[in-house]
């Protein structure tokens, strides 16, 4: 089961729609269709800050076997990691299932591992939740307001600290998915991912 939030931030909008009538919204909604596009190239594994301070031995071994470019070796220590409750073998885990990585693409199985390492405050699970609910990934497709839920779902991640989580956020806000649209916001959040050497963050703001 997917976690409860546990922060209500005052600007989501309980109907999800898009409102984007001014020019700025409209470059919003163009960055927030490419950069899903981004994500799908790169590579499952994740920088390491986020994913454990001190990785268990079978969470090492599979994140050894990533950055080899053997995913389907890290299947067995992820699991192995994963069922012992650790959150960043959790969010690998979910993340080879979502990209179909040494695995057959299974977003059922990737939803249901990054809820779990979401509930155990992982950042980046939080990230992937919340983009699952925005583009309508396996189950959070029949979500009746996944846009709304995206955007709680990047917040979370945003206000922990993860700049993708903020960049994501920040064009939420330019766009009016999911938030009542707030430049100020968005470009308060966008600035935050730049300054944590955010490449697309960079880029949005040199194309202002």
């Known amino acids: 089961m997917v976690p409860s939030h546990p922060h209500h931030a005052p600007f989501f909008r309980s109907p999800p729609s898009l409102r984007a ?11 927030l269709t490419c950069a899903p596009a981004t994500a799908e190239r790169a590579s499952p594994q994740a920088p390491r800050a986020t994913r454990a301070s001190s990785p268990s031995p079978d969470l090492k071994a599979a994140l050894a076997h990533i950055d080899a470019g053997r995913h389907g070796q890290a299947l067995e220590p992820l699991r192995s990691a994963a069922t ?35 509930q155990r405050d992982d950042a980046l699970a939080m990230f992937w939740l919340g983009r699952m609910y925005l583009l309508g990934h ?71």
């Not at 009538?21 to 960055?31: F, P, R, V, Y």
């Not at 009746?144 to 991640?157: G, K, M, Q």
């Not at 939420?172 to 649209?181: C, D, I, P």
């Open 138 to 208: 396996g189950p959070p497709r029949q979500a009746p307001d996944a846009d709304r839920e995206a955007a709680r779902w990047l917040f979370e991640s945003a206000r922990r600290g993860l700049p993708e989580g903020q960049y994501y956020l920040g064009l939420l806000f330019m766009a009016g998915t999911g938030v009542n649209r707030d430049e100020q916001e968005a470009m308060k959040w966008i600035r935050r991912a730049a300054g944590s050497g955010h490449l697309p963050a960079k880029a949005f703001l040199a194309q202002r």
């Open 21 to 31: 009538g001014l020019l700025t919204s409209c470059l919003a909604l163009i960055w």
């Open 84 to 118: 012992a409750g650790e959150p960043a073998a959790m969010t690998q885990l979910a993340l080879l299932y979502h990209l179909g990585r040494g695995v057959a693409e299974d977003d059922d199985e990737a939803y249901r591992w990054f809820g779990a390492a979401a």
